[in-house]
């Protein structure tokens, strides 16, 4: 990877990191509202190694002239987060003594945060590409 690929990465890092920081610090606030911040914490963490493998996915594909090589790499990687975030919440259902609904749900909203960030990713490289 070069530095300007680097640089498309760093948005989903600084979101990841700055969450990651608000749960490790807030553990007292979550509990206050009964949140579950091992939960939150591993679900951040899966939906943001999902949505960096989807989003290098679709690079790769952009990078590449031929338009089906593109396509192809937004349908494997919407197959791919679709697959694995249903999979570990399947998962965690099934083995959790108690189910902690709603850091369920805020995985679910930062799931929708990391793919609003990764579609403007891909709109920033669409406008560098233009400009070239």
Known sequence: MNAQTNKLYLPLLAFFAVLNCFFLLGKNLLLKY?????????????????????????????????????????????????????????????????????????????YFIYSFIEVRTIFRLMKQRKSE
């Open 34 to 110: 009964g949140i579950n911040q091992d939960v939150l914490i591993v679900g951040n963490l899966l939906v943001f190694f999902v949505t960096i493998v989807s989003l290098f996915f679709h690079i790769k594909g952009f990078r590449n002239n031929n338009a089906q090589v593109f396509l192809r790499g937004v349908y494997a990687s919407l197959m791919i987060k679709m697959i694995v975030v249903a999979a570990a919440v399947l998962i965690y259902a099934s083995t959790a003594a108690k189910l902690n609904r709603p850091a369920v749900y805020i995985s679910m909203g930062l």
